[in-house]
């Protein structure tokens, strides 16, 4: 169905080629799974793929390519659009219609499927793909969250009907229920149509891939069966992607194999090799993970204290640098808060009810994360936070600021924010100067009708645009590139240090995680233990349970626009808190879901590693 | 992001009308515009224009609103040639024919009004069906339906920029207009770069989602009935009589 050999492309202006020898062999019915770090050149392949590029880029190809019998990128694009449909990772610049309901239809109408059945099978796609609560007829494209537009643009690309279809990191905005969506539908789609799905979450590729390939700037690092690759740790190493959690689990606990499925994980746990290997008198591998060398001969690890209020602190045990697990420390409510959200409210003007009579405090080195699934409310919290919107009712403060009585930018003075898209914050021409504008921008104080002073010295920008970039982790040699040119990915990171040069009392963070690699996720993750340490508090808006349980110190879960359960990560995620997370569109953090399999209550890879033993014993 | 749209999204009797018989309508006030043979008569379409805009349910502040901003045509073209007419003596303005004068600044009234009855009443989508019902040839169909949609998308994109550009200390504000016409040209870049992915997303969306620009089944259309059939030949009729009035005396060497 697929067929590429020594797949080339170089872009116009550039000498490095963004895919170089690229072999590839997909039979009908399969799904390759496509990983690797930013830049890697996926993209490009699936735009190769889809016979984008040359075609609507410029640029040198080379090699042969064949996808479902025509060499995609010669062939006449109706010929093309009849074979192949293509999901960008751009979820907004992919929406063609003014309406929901006529953006589905549209594909549809254009290969002259007759309206009644067009509309039916739009409603139906839209209704698959959790859309249905929607006025169809009547919503806007534009003003969906970006979660909703993605699941839109996922059901225009199906109402073609095509016979591959590409999926570009799409999953990047969903909650876990969407998520989840999309992997049953991988799943379903798979049995009629051939798929190319790049993913930067790799478990959603665990049982749906049949083949893995991994690129690595531009080449093949790695292709093969998924099921092999996807426990390689060598190779997923190479090309940069974390191993999923089972694999992660294993690895932690120091198991002898590398599990892939919950399934595998249970019956290797259980066998008697294992129980064996875990008496006193053999040499052990560390509960913690492999990392630590020493043998370990006891096995009842300590575990973590849960529904503890007050602030954390990290357990003294792990010497590796896993995160969590944490304990809290004993409670201080006196300490002042960074952050005061008393009963806010905020309502449209035509009434709808986005937030209501949410309350939340964030001292000072706490990271307090606000999640919630697609449409809970979370992106308008978090402009109520940042200044951009007032409240209808109740009161935000921030670091002792109240919203009402100061500017978006005064606030932006003490209150750093990175947005979801960091295309709207960027207006430099080097990411030097995109991380320092903010500090520029105040670097004198008017003392006179025609006088200014210097406040801040050029010295003192460096010093603070290096500070940030050191902290956030970008790579040295970007500093002079033009930050527009750089990977999404990358420009999120940018957006990020360009909100810390200014040394903010609290940072707010919408959705840090998406279009990461692991390499910047590592260091999104530093980045947070950084912050606590230096007393900056942090609001996180996100749906990606795994990073909240890894770094937040608090949570507040968001449904429909009132709060539902607020606490420790273990309070909400952990079994306690499984009634009212099963209320919203969330799941378990994925090692929450693992660690059920086995009647234990944790919430990341690295506390499930240490209880693995101990309940396996008592079995 | 909610942006303000041209289209109100209300039920009335010029919602219910046919989109075909809309569009046919408003061909019919862009002549009659050039055909009215007196103020008087830009004064009545101008009325009735209104009349219809609050019929249609128009926000009256969204009609305030767009009629000051065409307030600048009227003053320029009317009030100011007036007033320097006067001014210098001459109390025959514009050359002895004020009617001339009236007509030209109503005439912009009567175009918002009408227009906005007309066009305030149908979504994009019904435009575009309209026009394909017309049997408008399939590329300014979807040019237009696009420009639409292209219009809001880069409204909501700019109105998100300016909020990001907020959160970076760069403020657009009427206190400080001098630093606010500096800080525009900082939104510009962020704008046009959103824009520019968007170009080439949407161009290979677009070719993928199989638009070939050549033939599309309207999806909205219905029958038309019989208000849409009188609301048509009333429209029609007023114009026929205002022609006649306008070019008869002249046919007919009166």
Known sequence: MITAQSLELTYPETEQPSLAGVDLQLNAGEVLGVVGPMGAGKTTLCMSLAGLVPRTTGGEFGGDLEVVDLDPRQAPVPDVAQRIGLVFEDYASQLTQITVLSEVMAPMLNHDVPVKQAEAEARRLLSELGLARLDLEHKRTWELSGGQQQRVAIAAALAADPQVLILDNITGLLDPDGKEEIRSLVSQLSQRMTLVVVEQDIDLLVGVADQLLMLRDGQVSALGPADQLLRDLTALDDAQVEPPVVVQVAQAAGLPDNPLTVEELTSVVQSPDVMESAAPDVPQPAVLGPEVSAPVPEIDAPEPEVDIPGPWIRAPEPEVDIPGPWIRAPESDDRPKAVEIDHVSFAYPDGTMAVQDVALRVAPGEVHAIVGGNGAGKSTLLRMLCGLVRPSSGTVRMDGKNTRECSPAELARTVGTALQNPDEQITERTVREEIGDALRRRRTRRTGWFKREVVISDEQIAEAVDRAVELVGIPTDLMDRDPTHLSRGHRKLVAIAGALVLDPAVLILDEPRVSLDAPARAALRRLLHELRDRGTAVVIVEHDLDLVAETADTVTLLDLGRVVASGSPHAVFGANGAEALAKTSLRPPRAAQVAAAFGVDAITVAELATQLYPVKQEV | ?254
């Not at chain 2, 514009?94 to 906005?116: E, I, Q, R, V």
């Not at chain 2, 420009?147 to 400080?176: H, N, P, V, W």
């Not at chain 2, 770069?193 to 033939?215: E, P, W």
């Open chain 2, 1 to 254: 992001m909610r942006v303000p749209l041209l289209y109100t999204e209300k039920d009335s009797f010029l919602h219910r009308r046919d989109p075909r018989i809309k569009l046919l309508l408003f061909a019919v006030v862009i002549v009659f515009l050039y055909t009215a043979p007196n103020w008087q008569w830009m004064l009545a379409a101008s009325v009735l224009g209104l009349a219809l805009s609050i019929a249609a349910r128009v926000p009256p502040l969204v009609l305030l609103v767009l009629w000051l901003l065409q307030l600048p045509n009227f003053i320029g073209l009317v009030a100011i040639p007036l007033g320097q007419d006067l001014l210098a003596g001459n109390f025959s303005p514009f050359d002895g024919d004020l009617d001339f004068g009236l007509k030209l600044g109503l005439a912009w009234s009567a175009a918002l009004f009408l227009s906005l009855a007309l066009l305030s009443t149908m979504s994009p989508d019904k435009i575009t069906d309209g026009m394909r019902g017309l049997k408008i040839p399939e590329p300014l169909c979807f040019l237009v339906g696009y420009s639409f949609l292209l219009m809001y998308a880069s409204m909501s994109d700019i109105f998100r920029t300016i909020d990001a550009m907020k959160l970076k200390g760069i403020e657009l504000t009427i206190r400080r207009p001098i630093e606010s016409i500096g800080n525009m040209a900082k939104l510009f870049v962020p704008a046009v770069i959103i824009m520019a992915r968007r170009a080439g997303t949407m161009m290979s969306t677009l070719q993928l989602r199989g638009f070939s620009f050549t033939h599309r089944p309207a999806t909205t259309l219905g029958a038309v009935g019989a208000a849409d059939i009188a609301l048509l030949v009333a429209g029609v009729g007023a114009l026929a009589v205002a022609a006649l009035m306008r070019f008869a005396p002249a046919m007919l060497g009166l």
